[in-house]
């Protein structure tokens, strides 16, 4: 066996090589990889993936910027603002009289409506309910409420009750405005007892709100937050629409900071503020309880959107329990240490109360009856005249009956037609009921009565019933004047700048009157100075009074004060040589410049 023979150059190659501080050990090589100052080496391909990487990054920001900010402009037009003049409140009367016009009514829809009253007309014919509050301090949004608002403006579902929008900062007072459902609320219908309503009902309310609530809550408004019997709309269709969701959370915020006021004043109403509560869970309403007591400086305390789910599930449990039962799910318990006597006790106990209930249901009836009587026989005197209106009353037969001296007039508005169809029902009822009321004012100052009005005609007589000799003539023809120069200030409520042109005619003559019908009697006149009196006015000039020969020589002769102009022969009326005259006026001093 040979030995191994290390030369010395190994020994020193090994020891050197274990020395240096290197992956390998060895000695590191004199010229870096790459050079000194990188020469040697392409950065290209890294320097490119690098820009690529920032471009990519800063069109991600500006991309999400941009659409941020188109976000923002959008939200800033407030596609859910109505301004305050878009908006006309309507009072009871006028609610009436829209309802009445838009929908038939029927034995089904007459259920009485207790909470909605509060009635408007936004835009041109878009009827809807608004909620009231009072506004103390200007309402400044934030990006969440108007997210939120914008959201609720562009839901839709068939049982979503549509949001057309608030009214704010304007007039001291906030407007929240949803669409008007003709058939009130569902409490109206649990809670009457003239309807009945049978385990179909009771089934499609049910699926109603459950189809409303899973598109509230998976759509991005997320919640209802307010749901109740009053909150549940019915429409013409018995079809459940959802409404005031979504909003009273940001109410209690702008009631606490002080700008608006949410309490009520009306006692119905603070009882239902009262058993609003009662749709509330436990750990909502200790929520709302430290948002009210904490100061302003400390922050509201928010509610996650899933809260508000289960909350809204809480209030649908109630709801189905008002639906199935028709009463609600908190009975009011008798406490035990009320309970005293024996059964004899409590008999004579009931049987007292009972009594005196009685005496009072009875006073309370006969008040109700007497004040009935009272406006059945203000309404009888309105439509009748008084002493046709006693005999009726008295169940007397009303003959008919000759008047040999009357004076009969109409009036008709000059383009009635052609200013309807430039105007919403509304206008027109508006106009009408403003006008005839000033008629009627001047008609009675004139012991005149008025016969009927018809659309835009008007008819009044003087001499009948109540005869008054000659006066009749003079009667008509003051009443005529008055209308004239009431038309010179009269200004149409939608068009302030539109003047309307009247005509006016009348006749003296003989007439028949009498009532006719049964179930709905009218006053009527009857005779050929009737017909002649609807010739004057239709063959007449706007804004003048065209009268017969025979009033206008009862004038010249009993009351010569009345100015008259001849018009000449009227060819409408079937008489030879029928010649009329203008009314122009009255010499108020004639009686002066005579008699002095």
Known sequence: MNPIIISPFQIVTDVITKFYPTSSGRLPDSDPECGFRGENCDYTKEIVLACAIVCIVLLIIIIIWMRRA?????????????????????????AKSVISINSASTKMSQVETKLIKNHAIVGVNTHAVYDFYEQRQIIRFNRADMVLLTKMKQAVHDNINP??????????????????????TLQDVI?????????KFQGAFVRDITMGLEYLHSCQIGYHGCLSTWSALIDKNWMIKLTDYAVCDSLKRWEKHGSINCRVDNESEQKWQKLASLYVPPEIRTVNEKNRMRRMDKKWQDLTVVKWQHADIYAFGVVIYEILFRS??????????????????????????YANNLEKLVGERTKMAEEANLRAERLLFQLLPKN???????????????????????????????????????????LLNKLY?????????????????IGDAYMVVSGVPMENGQRHVANIASVTLDIVELLKDFEVPHRRNYRLTIRLGFASGAVAAGVVGLNSPRYCLFGDTVN???IMESTGEGGRIQITEISK?????EYPEFMIEVRGINKEVNHDDFCTFWLTGKDEEYFQKNFD
């Open 388 to 430: 046709i209106a006693v005999e009726l009353k008295a169940g007397k037969t009303v003959e008919p009956k000759q008047y040999n001296s009357a004076t009969v007039m109409f009036s008709d508005i000059a383009g009635f037609t052609k200013l309807c169809s430039q105007s919403t029902p509304i206008e027109v009822v508006t």
């Open 163 to 184: 949001f057309i929008g608030i009214s704010f900062n304007e007039k001291s007072e906030l407007l929240l405005l949803w669409k008007f459902c003709s058939r009130g």
């Open 191 to 199: 809670y009457s007892d003239k309807f009945q309503m049978d385990d």
């Open 328 to 353: 609600l799910p908190y009975d009011e318990r008798m406490d035990l240490t009320g309970i005293k006597g024996n059964l004899v006790d409590s008999m004579m106990r009931m049987m007292e109360e």
């Open 70 to 94: 188109c976000e923002t402009r959008a939200l800033e037009k407030m596609p859910w603002r109505v301004f305050r003049d878009d908006v006309q409140l309507l009072d009871e009367e006028q």
């Open 437 to 453: 009321s000033e008629f009627d004012t001047v008609i009675n100052r004139h012991d005149s009565y008025k016969v009927e009005t």
């Open 532 to 534: 002649i009196a609807s």
């Open 553 to 557: 020589s009862l004038l010249a002769k």
